[in-house]
């Protein structure tokens, strides 16, 4: 079961207001992706909890259609 790349990127702008959000569909089956997540959400918050936050707001996706989802997190400049 896949999802669709802009439901993605629409989960996550939802979760995270005025993000910067890009996602690439790593092996082209909708269900592999890379997540570059930009968002003041995660100012002073180390790294593992910044991909906690976004786990959690992608749960049910995580246990389900989507299989693997790498993430690069960070607060703006």
Request: overall charge negative; glycine content about 6%.
């Amino acid at each position: 079961m896949a999802i669709a790349q802009s439901e993605l990127q629409a989960r996550i702008e939802a979760a995270f207001p005025g993000a910067d959000v890009h996602i690439d569909d790593l092996a082209g089956d909708g269900d592999h992706y890379k997540a570059r997540i930009v968002s003041e959400a995660f100012r002073g918050l180390p790294r593992v909890k910044q991909h906690q936050l976004v786990n959690r707001a992608l749960a049910d996706l995580l246990a389900g259609p989507l299989h693997a989802l790498a993430l690069e997190t960070k607060a703006p400049d």
